[in-house]
């Protein structure tokens, strides 16, 4: 993964809960960080894997807590600041899901190594989308607290569920 991904899960941590608990984290976790974490580097999943399952243990938080946590954050505060850019060009959380596969395509294609999550996309209704996720990563709770925060992003009320291993339906009100 790349070290974006991290270093928001580090900023999230920090500014929650102090860098006291950002260190035991880590150390929980015993992944052997550098003191620079670059947007671009590489990040073994395993890595990011267990530092999101430690923060999980550190904070007493669920799976589905801390991807909600971290989904709100990334969508919110985060990556606005990064790629604005990319946030600029919807106008509201229906446009933003249906060009998420995009903006990785786009954010991606310079970078060495990069393997972002895919996704396809399916109509159900006017007002319910389904998200096909491609990736071998799992990390599917992760995809949801995300669509989560694209709906705290545009301030409109999402329903967002798992309707299987790879899918999740977003429900727009």
């Known amino acids: 993964m790349k070290g974006t991904i991290v270093?928001?899960?580090?900023?999230?941590?920090?500014?929650?809960a102090g860098q006291e608990t950002w260190d035991e984290i880590v150390t929980e976790s015993g992944v052997a960080?550098?003191?620079?974490?670059?947007l671009s580097m590489d990040i073994p999943?395993?890595?990011?894997?267990?530092?999101l399952e430690s923060a999980?243990?550190?904070?007493?938080?669920?799976?589905s807590q801390a991807a909600d946590a971290f989904g709100k954050y990334w969508m919110t505060e985060y990556a606005p600041a990064i790629y604005k850019s990319h946030f600029d060009r919807y106008r509201d959380?229906?446009?933003f899901l249906l060009g998420v596969d995009d903006i990785h395509r786009l954010t991606t294609a310079t970078v060495p190594n990069a393997h972002p999550p895919r996704f396809d996309y399916e109509e159900v209704d006017d007002r319910t989308l389904d998200i096909v996720?491609?990736?071998?990563?799992?990390?599917?709770?992760?995809?949801?607290?995300l669509a989560r925060g694209v709906g705290a992003y545009?301030?409109?009320?999402?329903?967002v569920s798992k309707v299987g291993s790879d899918r999740v339906r977003v429900r727009f009100s």
């Open 33 to 38: 960080l550098p003191k620079i974490i670059n």
């Open 133 to 145: 996720y491609n990736s071998s990563r799992g990390m599917i709770d992760l995809l949801m607290g």
């Open 45 to 51: 999943d395993g890595d990011t894997v267990k530092l």
């Open 7 to 16: 270093r928001c899960l580090k900023s999230l941590v920090e500014e929650k």
């Open 56 to 63: 999980c243990k550190v904070l007493g938080l669920t799976l």
């Open 93 to 95: 959380a229906r446009a």
């Open 154 to 159: 545009f301030n409109e009320r999402l329903t």
